[in-house]
Structure formats: C-alpha cells, structure tokens
C-alpha cells in the first residue's frame, strides 16, 4: 500500500513539474481545431481541408 502511495505522489510531482516547465502544447482554439490542423497545417478529413 505504501509503494502505491509513493508512486502516486511521485507522479503527480513528476507532472506539475513537466507542466510548469513546458506549459500546454495547444491553444483551446487549437485543440478544438485538432493537432494535425494546428500543428502540421494539414486536416485530418477531406471536409476540413482547408487551404493555407
């Protein structure tokens, strides 16, 4: 029980400082968008190509 203990607090650590480090990697507006439409300007469907 104490080793799930551990672990758990060590993760939660482990995220907040990765969290405050690097911050979110998207924009609300861009994760409603999606990551392919954000990131790498390409749409994942035909019906959301959109052009650049």
Do not use: H, Q
């Amino acid at each position: 029980m104490l080793g799930v203990v551990i672990a758990f607090v060590g993760g939660g650590i482990v995220y907040d400082l990765l969290k405050a480090s690097f911050g979110p990697r998207l924009s609300p507006e861009e994760a409603f968008n999606g990551a392919d439409l954000s990131i790498n300007k390409i749409a994942a469907t035909a019906e959301r190509d959109t052009c650049w």
